[in-house]
């Protein structure tokens, strides 16, 4: 494997590691947000919306730039 496709396999990848932890600490720290900053019920379904959305919106996106730039090493 040529070392920039390394390089970039990496990143793609600790990318991702990041997406799933910030995926599942949204949930977790909603607890935080309520009771330490007063967060309404409404602030904090729309801080998970915001997060599931914005999930479902990159990943459609990167498959699009992925596809159009004809990236075979993804």
């Known amino acids: 494997m040529v070392a920039a496709t390394r390089r970039n396999l990496a990143i793609l990848t600790a990318s991702h590691a990041v997406q799933d932890l910030y995926g599942g600490s ?14 309404s019920y409404l602030e904090a379904t729309g801080l998970i919306l915001a997060a599931t959305v914005s999930s ?19």
């Open 26 to 39: 949204v949930p977790a720290i909603l607890v935080f947000f309520v009771a330490q900053r007063h967060f």
């Open 56 to 74: 479902s919106l990159l990943q459609p996106l990167f498959g699009l730039v992925v596809d159009a730039r004809d990236l075979d090493w993804i």
